[in-house]
């Protein structure tokens, strides 16, 4: 099986600086990887993903750095925005088409 | 945005009546899930489709069946609803089984009283 964890359950950052989110998965067989953000009411929106063959990938204002070795991903922001205030999850893949999720991170961008 | 559609969007019913959940897709993806999310427990997979007809059991699938008679529909029935299963529910689809993102739907809130 797999189990997912991020290391805090809530982050606070200033306007304009960068945000990083924490994840860490259990099992070292797992092979995809995926960011998503969840604002209120609505479902979890993609962000960014990244497969094991890779290390860091980025996206617009987004990177995703993954290291296997201590089966830790990040999340990092730049340049935080009040758009970015929402619950963002890493979600994992194990070997089949279900997901594993993580309990998210929510992010509050102080003005 | 990917094209999916939960409908209602939200419900309030009693408990032991049945209950159906849509979720329909014009993306013409081959793949489709049910998931249930709740405080403390994150998101959690219902169900899922592989394609018209074949579906298969997440890991809190007691209470719950599906169908999927067309690829772009994919219901989610309550045969007899229960406190427990007061919840919101996301469908979501995505177009490989594997190294593919899944995308999600709103949401449906789901209320037995």
């Known amino acids: 099986g797999e189990s997912v964890g991020l290391h805090l359950p809530t982050l606070s950052v200033q306007e304009g600086d960068n945000s990083i989110i924490n994840c860490a998965y259990s099992?070292?067989?797992?092979?995809?990887f995926i960011w998503y953000k969840q604002e209120s009411g609505k479902g979890p929106q993609f962000i960014i993903d990244?497969?094991?063959?890779?290390d860091k990938r980025q996206g617009q204002r987004v990177t995703v750095l993954l290291n296997k070795t201590v089966k830790h991903l990040s999340l990092q922001i730049a340049a935080t925005q009040p758009g970015d205030s929402a619950v963002y999850f890493c979600a994992v893949f194990l070997n089949d088409y279900k997901l594993s999720f993580g309990a998210g991170t929510t992010v509050t961008v102080r003005a | 945005d990917a094209g999916i559609t939960q409908s209602p969007r939200h419900k309030v019913t009693e408990t032991g009546t049945p209950v159906t959940l849509r979720c329909h897709q014009t993306?013409?993806?081959?793949?489709m899930y049910w998931y249930r999310q709740d405080p403390g427990h994150g998101l959690r997979l219902i169900h899922y489709s592989y394609g018209v007809k074949d579906t298969d059991k997440g890991e809190v699938s007691d209470g719950y069946s599906v169908s999927r008679s067309k690829t772009e529909d994919f219901l989610l029935t309550l045969e007899s609803a229960t406190s427990s299963q007061t919840s919101v529910y996301f469908c979501a689809i995505s177009a490989g089984s594997r190294n593919q993102p899944q995308h999600f739907g709103d949401g449906t809130r789901l209320s037995i009283l």
């Open positions: 993306e013409n993806h081959r793949y």
């Open positions: 990244i497969r094991s063959n890779m």
């Open positions: 099992n070292s067989a797992s092979d995809y």
